[in-house]
């Protein structure tokens, strides 16, 4: 995948994890777009890692989709379990 399939891919998967997990979470297009990037590393870390799934290549893959919006979640989860709900 290019780099603008990632960025795309990261957009996404960080809108669906924020539509799974509302709340007040950093946020904006750019703060989306990074936990969603981010996420799709870590989820197919895991993924490879734990589950003994390694992630292809392939945008349209729906195993890269989920362990993007997973790997997001997981950092959703991590920043409000660090920072709290508080966010004024």
Known sequence: MGIVSWIVLGLLA?????VLLPGRDPGGLIGTTLIGISGAFIGGWLSAKFLD????HDFYDPATWG????????LLIG????FGHSRD
């Open 14 to 18: 960080g809108f669906i994890a924020k």
């Open 53 to 56: 799934k390694p992630i292809g």
């Open 67 to 74: 362990s993007a919006i997973a790997g997001s979640l997981v």
């Open 79 to 82: 920043y409000r379990i660090l």
